[in-house]
DNA sequence: CTACGTGTTCGCCTCACGTCGAACATCTTT
DNA sequence: AAAGATGTTCGACGTGAGGCGAACACGTAG
């Protein structure tokens, strides 16, 4: 399914990989919320993945102090927080920021966050 | 100093007591404000202090699934985070939620906490 | 003075978290 | 097909957080 019609390669979203499990804001614990803010590292991934263009990124853009391996772990926890949303594209996997939905179950909390500092 | 005057033995405010440091929310990280509320136990600590009138209670006077020492370690966590103020009256220790200053710095982040679930 | 109540501090234990390198899987490029 | 690029997964490691009981300190009640 989600087959495309025509030839139209628009997106080469992937074939045989393994889809990242998300989780709406909607099923994410308020501490869970939080813990997932309360680490520079992500704070940073979040931020710069706000101040993008349609909050989209590949996960080896971005400016953190940490090894792949790491990086992979934060983008999970990110994920698991209903914060970011995953989609293959090739090889390289686009991190888009999910705003809207979050909003709606923490209202204020991501505005706080992009605000502060 | 801070001497009483006349016989006006209101509040007994303590003698020979260690004076809990305090910290104030203009000085506390925004990574440590969400790390503080990212428990289940302080965030039970903040909602009934919230819920107390004048946002005061003596620490012994929560419903937490945790002994003494837990329970102590857990309210320096709130203090060093800026959300909590002890004052010692005799014996006991009475905490008071720094609401106003908080939210100044935090925005919204108090109020969020409150307000779900 | 002695006994009790209220909290803090001190070890100690356990478990979760953040990090890394190495290996692996996929997709892209040549 | 071979090599490179992009991420994930797997152990391993160090650190810190959260929990407890015991001991201590201070104030209060008898």
């Known amino acids: 399914m989600t087959r495309e019609t025509a030839a139209a390669p628009t997106s080469p979203t992937s074939t045989h990989r393994a889809a990242p499990e998300h989780v709406h804001p909607r099923d994410v614990p308020l501490e869970t919320a939080l813990a997932a803010l309360s680490d520079s590292v992500r704070l940073t991934l979040v931020r710069e993945l706000a101040a993008s263009e349609d909050w989209e990124r590949t996960c080896g853009s971005f400016d953190v102090p940490v090894r792949k391996a790491a990086l992979s772990h934060h983008f999970a926890v990110l ?13 390289k996997r686009i991190n888009r920021l999910r705003k809207q939905e979050f909003d709606e179950h923490f209202p204020g909390l991501l505005d706080l ?5």
Do not use: T
């Open 79 to 91: 994920r698991s927080a209903g914060l970011i949303e995953q989609r293959d594209q090739g090889a």
């Open 113 to 117: 966050v992009l605000r502060q500092r």
